[in-house]
């Protein structure tokens, strides 16, 4: 390894710390409104089963986000006022694949509603984190194709607890079905004939790559962003950026993005965006979807 490789290793650690930092939200009841007992009261866990909930559900079920807005989801635990809001709902819609570590705690509180785990028949794929231990990837809402199951599991599961309001239910899945099914298309077309190796900040992007016949490398290669920088990591991540070409290094929102940018300055790219879409934003899943895709046509294509 070069003066100048260990040089920018030694630069990269120093901002570690800073690598993680993110946007808390402040007072976690601003996330839930009037209660209207006529309508199926839902809870979902994060942004994304937020949303397709609420295209699912519109105006016969009340939605709220259980999530903080600017909060990441994966070390995140809920407060007291948050399990209590929760034990009156008729559903709670997770994404599973033990992404929302606190499910287990709330069952031992004798809930009475239904947990709904949006990965029921999904194939699940395991990777290593920085310790080489065999972990399960959580981020099937990254692929449009399993995004589409998880938006049927929700609309069968407030089928079977409202079954009055099912044909509603199933129509509105229908049509949202047809947006990601164009958003399939669309991804699947553009990024078809390009390269195929990218970088990512962490290892959020595998059932993507999988979909889309794609290779992604990461800065951080365990499931959440807080994982550790090593200097063997570092030091394998620019020479796989030299040695492919590469000039993008992808980082993510709520990202310091220092550690990025100074791969990018050695291998002589830049840093582009790449969302996993934990954090909580007013753009929709098809808007953010399609950003990633831009990003990434940029750099592949």
């Known amino acids: 390894m070069n003066l100048q490789i260990k040089l920018a290793i030694i630069a990269i650690i120093t901002v570690i710390p800073l690598s993680s930092i993110v946007v808390y939200g402040t007072n976690s009841d601003q996330r839930f409104t009037t209660i209207d007992n006529s309508k199926l009261q839902v809870i979902s866990s994060f942004n994304p089963l937020y949303e397709f909930s609420k295209n699912i559900g519109q105006e016969k079920v009340d939605v709220v986000l259980l999530l903080p807005v600017g909060v990441e989801p994966h070390d995140w635990e809920p407060t007291i006022k948050d399990v ?47 310790h080489f231990q065999k972990s399960t990837d959580p981020h099937i809402w990254l692929n449009p194709v399993y995004a589409k199951i998880q938006v049927q599991n929700i609309a069968d599961a407030f089928s079977q607890s409202d079954p009055k309001n099912e044909q509603y239910y ?67 991540i620019i020479s796989t950026s030299r040695e492919l070409d590469l000039k993008v290094i992808f980082s993510e929102e709520n990202i310091d993005t220092r550690t990025s940018n100074i791969i990018a300055n050695e291998i002589g790219g830049k840093v582009l965006i790449l969302s996993p879409l934990e954090v909580s934003s007013d753009e929709t899943y098809i808007s953010k979807m399609t950003q990633n895709l831009e990003n990434l046509k940029e750099a592949l294509c």
């Open 84 to 130: 209590q809001r929760m034990q009156k709902s008729d559903l709670i819609i997770i994404n599973g694949i033990g992404f929302e570590n606190w499910v287990n705690n709330l069952q031992e509180t004798n809930y009475s509603g239904k947990i709904i785990d949006t990965s029921l028949g999904i194939p699940t794929m395991n990777s290593n984190d920085e």
């Open 170 to 236: 199933q129509s509105n899945a229908a049509k949202y079905l047809e947006k990601l099914n164009s958003l399939d298309s669309k991804i699947r077309d553009e990024l078809s004939g390009c390269n195929h190796d990218f970088v990512s900040f962490h290892n959020a992007f595998s059932y993507f790559a999988d979909e889309y016949n794609l290779n992604q490398h990461t800065i951080i290669s365990s499931n959440d962003s807080h994982g550790e920088v090593t200097a063997k990591t570092l030091e394998n």
